[in-house]
């Protein structure tokens, strides 16, 4: 199990990368999944549910201070740098300028938990986080992204809002009426294959994004290392102005460190899905590279992080060592 959890889970940067260029290279036994995508996604949502634990939110929730201010920084910065890299970069390909927009319109990835964890951040506080920008992503991420791409593409609220009532809502009522529907035993003993089966979900929405994706990348290699370049510069502006200003409202190390994850890191799968659903395949192209980018930027920052243990109390209360709440994770 150790030995497959390394492999499915801890190399998933590598095969992200070794996908997306299979997909692209040879694109047909991979198109049928294309369709399923948006339910792919879902699954991975769902998995995140399960290991939802009411009391972790409950005990964050109580000490709000840090709760809000991640909340506020996140959408308060994230979407605008997304816009303006959008106006400066992609102002005369008005798909990858909506689909970078979109990006930055949604909620924090679950991975973000784990780069808390391994940076000696506030786990419960970075889990909370997730749960709530999640909860309320299908009313914020067709807000920004109508507000900030109608000037590049017709965007469509409702159809949106759709479309994230059924990507995110009901896999979260699901995964939580599974959660506390079962006996709890039963959850705890399905928890170590959990992000194994979260990760090849991932993969396969990868291989179906980009094999739809593949003649409009073909066409268009010479934008490949803007978009990537693009992307990155936008994960590391972002991770480093949320840390900036969490200190800034004086908030402790390990709860600055949480949110600059939570602000950095997020979750470019729904993007893409979104973006190639919306605006076609060529505009989940910023998404997708943020899916691949953010892995590799979060690992090499949280890894740092590690051996720079923070100084300061953290504000929020923390697991057991070893025993992290939320979904299973390790420490690097």
Do not use: C
């Not at 998404?287 to 953290?314: D, E, K, Y």
Request: hydrophobic share 55%.
């Amino acid at each position: 199990m150790t030995l497959a959890r390394f492999v499915v889970n801890k190399l998933m940067a590598g095969w992200l990368i070794l996908f997306a260029i299979i997909a692209m290279l040879a694109p047909g036994p991979f198109t049928v999944l294309s369709p399923w995508v948006n339910y792919i996604l879902g699954g991975v949502i769902f998995i995140a549910m399960l290991t939802a634990e009411a009391k972790t939110l409950g005990r964050v929730f109580s000490r709000p201070k840090a709760l809000i201010a991640g909340f506020v920084i996140k959408w308060a910065t994230v979407p605008l740098a997304a816009y303006i890299a959008a106006n400066l970069v992609y102002s005369h390909n008005p798909q990858l300028a909506a689909g970078t927009i979109v990006d930055g319109a949604t909620p924090a990835g679950v991975s973000s938990n784990l780069f808390a964890y391994i940076g000696h951040g506030a786990v419960e506080l970075a889990v909370s986080l997730t749960f709530l920008h999640t909860l309320l992503a299908p009313v914020l991420t067709p807000v920004f992204t109508q507000a900030m791409a109608s000037k590049f593409v017709h965007v469509s609220f409702w159809a949106l809002f759709k479309q994230m009532l059924e990507i995110v809502i009901l896999p979260v009522v699901a995964g939580l009426a599974v959660r506390y529907g079962v006996k709890p035993e039963r959850v705890k003993k399905a928890e170590p294959v959990l992000p194994m089966i979260s990760a090849v979900l991932l993969y396969a929405v990868v291989l179906g994004l980009f094999s739809k994706a593949a003649p409009a990348v073909r066409a268009h290699l010479s934008l490949m290392p803007v978009i990537i370049g693009t992307t990155t510069a936008l994960i590391i502006v972002n991770l480093l102005v949320a840390y900036l200003l969490a200190r800034a409202a004086k908030l402790d190390d390990a709860t600055a460190r949480t949110i600059m994850f939570d602000t950095g890191i997020y979750n470019s799968g729904l993007g893409s899905v979104v973006a190639a659903a919306n605006f076609g395949p060529f505009a989940a192209l910023p998404a997708l590279m943020n899916t691949i980018m953010n892995l590799i930027v979060g690992a090499l920052a949280s890894s740092w992080l590690q051996h720079h243990p923070t100084a300061s109390p953290q504000s929020e209360p923390q697991p057991a060592a070893g025993e992290p709440t939320g979904p299973a994770y390790e420490r690097s």
